[in-house]
C-alpha cells in the first residue's frame, strides 16, 4: 500500500475504494475570474505545469539544491489536488466497475504536446459527477464528451492495454478520482515529466514486473511495451531484461508475453522496491 | 549548447490547427496552450501559444524552421555555461527577494 492508500484507502488501494469516486468531487471549483477569460500561461499548459519551465532552468544551472525545492513545493500541491498512479488493466477493468457515469474525451496532453486533432484524441476517460458539466468548461473538455456504458468502456480499455498505452488513475482535488488516462512517453506529460526530471506527478503503481529467466525464450515479444525504459534484451544470455528499479508496473510486457514468463508482483512483498513509488 | 527557440506571435498566429512544428518535432520539445480560457466556451485559436518548453531537450536538427510556414521560429544555440550563468543570476534574485 502507498501513502495514499494510508490515507485514502479505508483498508484497500486508494482507487478501489468508492469513496473515492464520490459527489465531493465537486469541491474542486474554478476561481469566479475565469469566468471572464482568465489569463492562462501556455507554459502550464499540460500536467505539471509551469513547475517543468521552471526545473529546466534548475537543471541547466547545476543547482540540485533548486530542483529539489520546485519539485518539493510542486508535489505538495500536486498532491492535495492533482496528480496520477500507474494501475494494471485488472484494476483499471474493477474501477469502471466502480465509477459512474464514464465518457471518453480527448486527452490535453496529446493536444499540448502534438497539437492532435480532437477527432483522432480522445484517448482519456473521464468519470464521476465532472462529466456532467462539461459544457461549462469547453477548453478543458475540447472536442465534448462522449458518454459510453461500462461494458463499452472496458472493450475500449482492453483496446488501449492491447495497443501498448499505460494507464493511470488520476485526481482532481485529492483524493477523488475524475480521470483515466491511456499513457506514453513522451506523448503523455506526467509520464515524460517523471522519466525526464524525476517529477513524482505520477506514482508507480503498487506492482513490479519480474522475469522468470527459466521460461523466458527471448522471442522479444516484450520488446517496445514498455513506456517507462524499463525493459530491453539481454543480448548475451538471450532473456528480457526487467530494471525493476525503473518499473512502474502497468503490465504492458505481462500481457505481450506468449510463454507467461513476466510476473506482476506486489511491491510491497519486495522489501527493496516497496518503498519505491 | 543549448537551444534558444523564439517565435513570432505576429506571425504564428494558429497554432493548433497548423500544428506543423508539434508534429515534426523528433524530440518533443513544444507545448501549445490556451492563453485564456473561458466559462461556456472554448478559447479562440488566436489565443493559443506555442512555446519550446523542453528546449533542454533539442538536437537543433532544424526540422521545425524548416516546416514552418510562416518563418515564424527563431533558433539558436548558446554555450551551456553562458545560459546555467544567467539561470544562476536568475535564482540568487530569486533567493535574495525572498529573504528581503
Same mark, same amino acid.
Given at each position: 500500500m502507498c501513502w495514499v492508500c494510508e490515507k485514502y484507502g479505508n483498508g484497500e488501494k486508494w482507487y478501489l475504494n468508492p469513496e473515492n469516486y464520490a459527489r465531493r468531487l465537486y469541491k474542486v471549483r474554478k476561481e469566479g475570474k475565469e469566468s471572464a477569460g482568465a489569463d492562462a500561461d501556455p507554459q502550464a499548459a499540460g500536467m505539471g505545469a509551469g513547475v517543468v519551465a521552471e526545473l529546466v532552468k534548475a537543471r541547466i544551472s547545476g543547482d540540485q539544491e533548486w530542483e529539489d525545492e520546485i519539485k518539493r513545493d510542486a508535489l505538495e500541491q500536486a498532491y492535495q489536488t492533482h496528480f496520477g498512479q500507474v494501475v494494471t488493466l485488472d484494476e483499471y477493468l474493477q474501477i469502471l466497475d466502480i465509477a459512474y457515469p464514464l465518457a471518453k474525451m480527448t486527452c490535453g496532453c496529446r493536444r499540448v504536446q502534438r497539437g492532435m486533432p480532437d477527432e483522432e484524441n480522445f484517448t482519456c476517460m473521464g468519470i464521476g459527477p465532472g462529466m456532467y458539466k462539461w459544457e461549462r468548461w469547453p477548453e478543458t473538455y475540447h472536442g465534448g464528451v462522449e458518454f459510453v456504458t461500462t461494458e463499452e468502456a472496458k472493450e475500449w480499455a482492453m483496446m488501449n492495454h492491447k495497443e501498448g498505452r499505460v494507464q493511470t488513475v488520476d485526481v482532481f482535488g485529492t483524493p477523488y478520482i475524475g480521470g483515466l488516462c491511456q499513457c506514453e512517453y513522451p506523448g503523455c506529460v506526467a509520464v515524460r515529466n517523471r522519466i525526464d526530471y524525476d517529477f513524482k506527478f505520477l506514482l508507480k503503481g503498487h506492482t513490479v514486473a519480474k522475469v522468470d529467466r527459466a521460461k $523466458? /525464450?527471448?522471442?522479444?515479444?516484450?520488446?517496445?511495451? $514498455?513506456?517507462?525504459?524499463?525493459?530491453?534484451?539481454?543480448?548475451? /544470455?538471450?532473456?528480457?531484461?526487467?530494471?525493476?528499479?525503473?518499473?512502474?508496473? $502497468?503490465?504492458? $510486457?505481462? /500481457?505481450?508475453?506468449?510463454?507467461?514468463?513476466?510476473?506482476?508482483?506486489?511491491?510491497?512483498?519486495?522489501?527493496?522496491?516497496?518503498?519505491?513509488? | 549548447m543549448i537551444a534558444q527557440i523564439g517565435f513570432d506571435y505576429n506571425l504564428c498566429t494558429d497554432p493548433l490547427d497548423c500544428r506543423k512544428c508539434l508534429s515534426v518535432c523528433p524530440s518533443v520539445v513544444f507545448v501549445c496552450g490556451p492563453t485564456r480560457v473561458w466559462k461556456g466556451r472554448e478559447s479562440d485559436p488566436s489565443e493559443y501559444r506555442i512555446v519550446g518548453r523542453y528546449f533542454d531537450k533539442c538536437s537543433g536538427c532544424g526540422d521545425c524552421v524548416k516546416v514552418c510556414p510562416t518563418n515564424a521560429i527563431q533558433l539558436n544555440f548558446v554555450p551551456r555555461e553562458q545560459l546555467a550563468q544567467k539561470f544562476r543570476e536568475e535564482r540568487a534574485a530569486q533567493l535574495k527577494e525572498r529573504n528581503s
Open positions: $523466458c /525464450t527471448g522471442c522479444k515479444s516484450c520488446l517496445g511495451r $514498455c513506456q517507462f525504459k524499463a525493459l530491453n534484451l539481454e543480448v548475451y /544470455t538471450s532473456k528480457a531484461y526487467i530494471d525493476m528499479d525503473q518499473c512502474f508496473g $502497468c503490465g504492458l $510486457c505481462v /500481457t505481450a508475453c506468449p510463454s507467461e514468463a513476466i510476473e506482476l508482483i506486489d511491491r510491497q512483498s519486495m522489501p527493496g522496491l516497496a518503498e519505491n513509488w | -
